[in-house]
């Protein structure tokens, strides 16, 4: 994945930044709890939500489990429509490939509309050492771009970013990218959006190549679908000579029925709107409209592997709706950055380890970044169970196991630094298994129980750095009942 | 009726209280009440870190205490949920290795017999009035695995709302993780102490003396993120509200 995440620390220390900051919390509380709410009424609204979310499931698994046929389904159409199809192993090859094709038109800049598969292999940093300049065109993106930032966030990649902020980043960076801000910018929002709008027409229309994602790829007609709020996108797709669209292998839906349910799930769980406001559609060239060529490339970049995980797979299903960073009180607290990837929040505690590999201190951590409470599958449009996933990968850290790693099954061994707790838990199974053994250090407990510090050393600190252990009782319950036979009531019930 | 009391190894060992209110309650309702001394922990703790395979042990140690029993009892949802929503999962990865059928047959009796405490006696007791006392203002903290693991629904709330003298008050985010979650607790500790502050936030902003929850392992995050805050509130958990009476009223 991206180079621009790569040496990143581990989550817990990655978030410390977040949590101690007051204003990003703020800035996130208020972002992440709003739209919450929102959501929650727009899919209140629909009475086969329930139903809704079962057919995204399935149309999904069913796409994944025959996702060769459909692939080659896709291509021929596409190739059909007068498109071509490039096929890229790793984000290396999708790099190459669109340079080589940026290149060949003779073009040094390209537009963007929002694609995080680009963001994911980190082609505006493969161009840039090519000497192609990309210039994001979607707001958010265009805000992280022009603050030399990360985005934090799926569907608001700057929502860590207020509105003073982003008046701060407009007035002191459109100047270098083109068209400056205007003079004396505020920050109201129609001041934003007026300044961001002039800035980038002029890109839309000098710009000869466009480079974007898709949301969807219908296999029966080759076409791709792209769902936003501002046109932008629309703008990007249509104006350039040459289009270049950058898309994951999970994208495809088999036919435009099969889209029917994603066009109602995706708007309600993303931004809370019946729907989108634009929602383009491209299949191929056509003569006097459009682009005049049209480049698909099909990334794999660790898909592959993570569908021949029989548990972990159905991270492939996410639609890249957001609803669960939205929901996630850890995503609310940590922030995206955090998460060290494009994908942020629980979908990318999930994504991340799996198409990157466990490997890294930072993707050995993500499983561990949730309090596995299970807000985010609740509201997850194709009932991506998280929380099942996180503890899978949890047990692939810890104790290594079976993976496919660049299409080779192989044994991962177990990540380092967990040899303590390892330890720990196996002498916990033993005492357990033993109820004497638990019993015996209960009573140790209790009876040392006045000599317990407040503060606790070691791992114990980071427990008792904020909040109090409760007292040892004098006595354990079982000792308790043994002594009594249950209490007043329970007499000669003890076995 | 006989029921196991499983207690769990947190409750047990830290908050012998709680067992002793459950004990109190179930009787009062003419339940009779055995605690099988065999039993230990349910493993989630292992499973939920990523060991399964040393939770596996104590699931099977689980089902050959429990498995006898018409209907096991547990104050804990998260526990229940353990039991409930995940050990058929171990049963289906056990069988997915290619290990057969065992773990999954040994673990099946006691899975659609265990209860939380308020599933008991809603659904099987058929009670929401259980004769309870506890004159005192009331913030419910419904729990996660409680909440959309087993799925508990107003229950628990009912039952508060019948409790004579209890003025229960809304609690702000309720559905909101209080920043427990096992081991994540120690994992990630900055952020779980800031979701505990929270809570414990919106706790006091209720104005309430009591913030009552199904599990105590929650509770003790949420009393110690208290305490320290100096807030006053204190945690209570449900079956101590549920066992108070007028005769014998908790503090």
């Known amino acids: 994945m991206s180079g621009t995440f790569v040496g990143m620390p581990a989550f817990p220390k990655a978030a410390q930044e977040a949590v101690g900051n007051p204003t990003l919390r703020a800035n996130l509380r208020h972002a992440t709890h709003t739209i919450r709410a929102k959501r929650a009424a727009a899919v209140a609204e629909v009475s086969d939500w329930a139903a809704l979310r079962e057919a995204g499931k399935q149309i999904k698994d069913h796409t994944l489990r025959h996702l060769d046929r459909y692939l080659v389904q896709l291509e021929e159409s596409v190739t059909a429509a007068g498109g071509t199809v490039h096929w890229a192993a790793d984000a290396d090859e999708a790099n190459r490939i669109v340079t080589r094709l940026v290149k060949e038109t003779g073009e040094s800049e390209v537009v963007k509309v929002k694609s995080m598969a680009t963001q994911e292999i980190g082609l505006n940093e493969a161009l840039e050492a090519e000497g192609i300049r990309a210039y994001e065109t979607d707001l958010a993106e265009l805000i992280v771009q022009l603050g030399k930032d990360r985005p934090s966030h799926i569907l608001v990649p700057a929502i860590h970013r207020n509105r003073g902020e982003i008046r701060d980043i407009f007035a002191a960076e459109m100047s270098e990218w083109g068209r400056p801000a205007p003079e004396g910018l505020t920050d109201t929002p129609a001041e934003l959006a007026e300044a961001a709008r002039l800035h980038l027409r002029e890109k839309f229309l000098r710009a000869r190549v466009g480079v974007s994602g898709a949301n969807f790829m219908v296999a029966e007609t080759g076409t791709l679908v792209v769902v936003e709020s501002e046109g932008n996108g629309r703008m990007c797709l249509t104006l350039p000579e040459t289009l270049i669209s950058v898309v994951g292998i999970e994208k495809i839906v088999p036919t435009w029925r099969d889209l029917e349910v994603f066009l109602q799930t995706l708007p309600r769980s993303s931004t809370a709107e019946r729907m989108n406001p634009y929602t383009s559609t491209w299949t191929g060239t056509t003569d006097g409209d459009g682009p005049r060529t049209f480049h698909l490339v099909l990334l794999d970049n660790g898909r592959t592997d993570t569908l021949a995980d029989e548990v972990g797979r159905q991270a492939l299903r996410c639609i890249r709706c957001s609803a669960c960073l939205n929901v996630c009180p850890v995503y609310e607290r940590a922030g995206g950055h955090a998460y060290g990837s494009v994908y942020p929040g629980p979908i990318g505690a999930i994504l991340s380890p799996q198409l990157r590999g466990t490997g890294s201190e930072i993707d050995a951590s993500l499983p561990y970044a949730s309090s596995l409470c299970g807000a985010c599958y609740e509201v997850c449009p194709v009932a991506i169970d998280i929380p099942e996933v996180l503890v899978h990968l949890r047990e692939r850290v810890v104790q290594g196991g079976p993976v496919t790693l660049e299409g080779n099954r192989t044994v991962l061994k177990p990540a380092k630094g967990h040899a303590a707790e390892r330890a720990a838990m196996r002498a916990a199974r033993w005492a357990f298994a033993r109820p004497g053994a638990l019993r015996a250090g209960q009573r140790l407990a209790s009876r040392t129980r006045r000599l317990h510090p407040r503060t606790l050393p070691g791992p114990g600190r980071a427990w008792s750095g904020s909040r109090d252990l409760p007292p040892v009782p004098a006595e354990p319950f079982r000792d308790w009942w043994q002594r009594t036979n249950g209490g007043d009531a329970g007499e000669g019930r003890a076995k | ?251």
Request: net charge negative; proline share 5%.
């Open chain 2, 1 to 251: 009726m006989r029921v196991a009391l499983f207690l769990t190894c947190v409750n047990d060992t830290l908050y012998p209280d709680t067992g002793r209110a459950v004990v109190k309650l179930l009787t009062r309702l003419g339940v009779e009440v055995d605690f099988p001394m065999a039993q230990t922990c349910c493993g989630q703790a292992h499973y939920n870190t990523g060991y399964r395979h040393e939770a596996e042990p104590l699931a099977r140690h689980f089902s050959d205490v429990f498995g006898e029993y018409e209907a096991i009892v547990t104050p804990s949802g998260s526990c229940g949920a353990m039991v409930r929503e995940l050990y058929p999962r171990m049963g289906e990865r056990a069988r997915a290795e290619g290990r057969g059928d065992t773990l999954a047959a040994t673990l099946a009796p006691v899975v659609p017999k265990t209860y939380e405490l308020t599933e008991f006696l809603v659904d099987v007791l058929g009670v929401t009035e259980v004769g309870a006392y506890y004159p005192h203002t009331v913030t419910y903290h419904p729990t996660c695995h409680g909440l959309r693991g087993l799925g508990l629904g107003d229950r628990p709330r009912r039952l508060l709302q019948a409790v004579k003298g209890l003025e229960l008050r809304e609690l702000p985010g309720a559905d909101e993780c209080c920043g427990f979650g096992g081991t994540f607790a120690l994992k990630n500790s900055d952020v779980s102490a800031a979701m505990g502050a929270d809570k414990v936030r919106n706790a006091e902003s209720t104005g309430a003396e009591v913030l009552c929850a199904a599990d105590n392992s929650c509770l003790m995050h949420i009393g110690g993120t208290m305490t320290r805050l100096r807030t006053g509130m204190r945690p209570v958990h449900i079956a101590e509200i549920l066992a108070s009476t007028e005769a014998e009223p908790a503090l």
